[in-house]
């Protein structure tokens, strides 16, 4: 699938819920009416000049076009929306990485695969945290090179005990060689295994956690899945 397509989908649901509604804004019968109403009722002795009626038409024109151009944008973004839940659809039962760092454990034995990207080589550390932001396991991971990297977290806290089934998070300290932190993006990898369409972006249920369908980073190969 298209990452481009699904982040300009993303785009496009934004500039969707800044577009005016129509009944926000004067409409255009309205203002022809006020225009009709002010040269039946203007004084006979002072009429409406020529520059005047030229400079409300104009207005009137130029409402109308934006009318239609912002029609025309809604069009726009309603194709949009139908042709990117037809291609949410396709991505179930595939394994995907999608940017965000809660997630979900569905039972007291599952694990979870926790993706990050490093812009540059550094000494990396992970930390998860509960559902009560309380830290409950530390690791490790030394130095790494620049690119994206997965970590398969077992589900034991800090006591090799099992967490449990809840909603966890997890954040990446990353330092570069000279000891300054490193802004990395975080991201959660695992198959999606439904689509949501509460709202008028999908949402895909991955690693028993719901993402929207603009979070999506990567869609991998077949071959990768576990």
Do not use: C
């Not at 990396?124 to 309380?134: H, Q, R, W």
């Not at 090179?145 to 970590?151: E, F």
């Not at 975080?186 to 603009?214: C, H, K, W």
Request: charged share 20%; hydrophobic share 35%.
């Amino acid at each position: 699938m298209n990452i481009n397509v699904v982040n300009t989908t993303g785009a496009l649901y934004k500039a969707k819920r800044a577009l005016p509604k129509a009944n926000e804004k004067l409409g255009k019968e309205d203002f022809l009416k006020l225009l009709v109403t002010q040269l039946r009722y203007q004084d006979p002795t002072e009429p409406m000049s020529n520059e005047q009626f030229i400079a409300q038409t104009a207005q009137f024109s130029s409402l109308e076009q934006m009318q239609e151009m912002n029609s025309n944008i809604r069009a726009f973004i309603e194709s949009q929306e139908r042709i990117s839940k037809a291609s949410a659809l396709s991505l179930i039962g595939k394994n995907v990485m999608v940017s965000n760092s809660a997630f979900s454990l569905s039972s007291d034995r599952a694990s979870a695969s926790l993706s990050y990207n490093l812009p540059k080589d550094a000494t990396v550390a992970i930390t998860i945290f509960d559902s009560l932001n309380k830290a409950i396991k530390s690791i490790n991971l030394g130095k790494q090179s620049a690119g994206t990297h997965s970590y398969l977290w077992d589900g034991k806290n800090n006591n090799d005990i099992h967490a449990g089934k809840g909603d966890y998070r997890y954040k990446i300290t990353a330092k570069d060689a000279n000891g300054k932190d490193i802004v990395t993006k975080d991201m959660i990898f695992g198959q999606v295994d439904g689509i949501s369409y509460e709202g008028s972006e999908p949402l895909l249920n991955v690693a028993g956690s719901t993402f929207p369908l603009s979070a999506l980073v990567k869609v991998l190969p077949d071959s990768m899945g576990g």
